[in-house]
């Protein structure tokens, strides 16, 4: 399989500060059982999150408490809750760009059990000979689609196209020309748009200023031999806005609308069938079946590639990765390090532990502790996992783990919100996104 370890960067350069420091918070005289502070990172699983707090402390009388950062607010809400009395003990980093800013915090783990018992140590952010971020979660994203609307589609006697189904869509080309010929007949078909409204509320712009910009930038540091770059020329950002405009032109709502839109907006007209596609992960079938009367069968929903109009799209697969990596925080009591460390253990071995992460969370999990039966049943994870072993097409690492930072991120999504709204002219765009990539990598301390 052509996935490159690119997540496992080694940081041999960093000052890890303070590493050793005291304690972080005070406990009742006579309390050496600790507890555990998870401030999570995923809203879409909130819920499940809160269900697994209260079962681990009914088991095992350990206080474990659950804090959810709004989309786009984790930075912010752990530079706020890490200054606490009570600060968080278990928290996530994104990538080697999260550890440069969080290395004060985060304990080594590099003889904890948690780490032994990744599948891949490879997949660990490392420093020097220290272990201080474990990826506990392997996912996915691409276009989603809906299989009944697009078989409805090809089913049609006057479609455009000469391919018979969505297997056939292999590039941006043909892509282009199903999609624009569906919204012809989106009467037909019953739906409001092709894809799904292009979501721009504030905090929910991710899927385009870090997942779909992944592409680009995996390609030109493809093109350049490398695993990051200082300064970017943001060399396929044509291919980007092949893929940005068809979802704008072709969607459930006009482009001057989508500064109002959420990923659950998005999320709930795809569960309702008023679209056929939507980009988005393997969790986005929680998102689904969340929906309120949704109508889209679990046998029917399926992944294709990003694909921008490239050379190597017919080679491309769908983007794999992870941006969650636990952290311990160094500067909890040991107390509280050890309660946390053991309920992450709990996570990945103990027989409740390991249905909550599979069936509640549906998540596809590094750990040797997992057998190859031990795998989410929703169709969209089953597909990543798939992905995982198919050595024919070219896996797309994620690679917006070396974005320089959440400002560059926020940036260039109110950036892509003006050119969607027609305030701002595309190469606007591309100029200010390589400036600000170059200041905010030079702003990055080594």
Excluded at 278 to 288: A, E, K, L, R, Y
């Amino acid at each position: 399989m052509k996935f490159k370890k690119v997540i496992a960067l080694s940081l041999v350069s960093l000052m890890a500060v303070g590493l050793f420091a005291g304690c972080g918070s005070k406990k009742e005289e006579g309390d050496d059982k600790g507890s555990v502070y998870y401030l999570n990172f995923k809203p879409e699983v909130s819920k499940q999150w809160e269900t697994i707090a209260k079962e681990y402390e009914d088991e095992t009388g350990v206080k474990v408490k659950v804090s959810t950062a709004a989309s786009g607010q984790y930075e912010t809400t752990l530079k706020s809750e890490i200054a606490k009395k009570e600060p968080p003990t278990l928290f996530q980093i994104n990538g080697p760009i999260g550890y440069k800013t969080w290395s004060a915090y985060c304990m080594d783990l590099k003889d904890t059990d948690f780490y032994k018992n990744l599948s891949d140590p490879s997949l660990a952010v490392t420093d020097g000979d220290g272990v201080y971020g474990i990826p506990y979660v392997v996912e996915g994203f691409g276009i989603i689609y809906n299989d009944a609307i697009m078989q409805q589609y090809f089913a049609l006697a006057d479609k455009a196209v000469s391919i018979g189904s969505a297997d056939e869509i292999q590039d941006f080309d043909t892509l282009k020309a199903v999609a624009e010929d569906m919204t012809k007949h989106k009467e037909e078909l019953g739906i409001d748009g092709v894809f799904s409204s292009t979501s721009f509320s504030p905090g929910e712009d991710w899927r385009w200023q870090t997942h779909l910009a992944n592409v680009p930038i995996f390609y030109e540091y493809k093109d350049n031999d490398t695993n990051d770059m200082d300064k970017i020329e943001f060399s396929y950002n044509k291919e980007y806005k092949n893929l940005f405009d068809l979802y704008l032109n072709n969607s459930t709502v006009e482009p001057g609308l989508v500064g109002s839109k959420t990923v659950n907006d998005s999320m709930a007209e795809f569960a309702l069938g008023k679209s056929a596609m939507v980009q988005n992960g393997n969790w986005g079938w929680g998102q689904v079946t969340e929906t309120d009367g949704y109508v889209v069968k679990a046998e029917d929903v399926k992944f294709m590639p990003l694909y921008t109009g490239t050379d190597d799209d017919k080679d491309q697969g769908l983007c794999l990765g992870t941006e969650n990596y636990f952290c311990v925080n160094e500067k909890a009591s040991d107390a509280d390090k050890q309660a946390t460390l053991d309920f992450m253990n709990w996570l990945v071995t103990s027989e409740k532990g390991k249905k909550f992460m599979i069936e509640d969370m549906g998540f596809i999990m590094p750990f040797s502790t997992f057998d190859s039966s031990e795998q989410p049943e929703d169709p969209l994870a089953q597909q990543i996992a798939a992905a995982l072993q198919d050595d024919s097409k070219t896996v797309v690492n994620w690679v917006f783990t070396t974005f320089p930072s959440q400002t560059f991120k926020d940036d260039f999504g109110a950036s892509l919100l003006e050119y969607a709204q027609g305030n701002k002219e595309w190469d606007d765009v591309v100029s200010d996104m390589t400036a600000s990539w170059a200041s905010e990598k030079e702003a990055i301390v080594d």
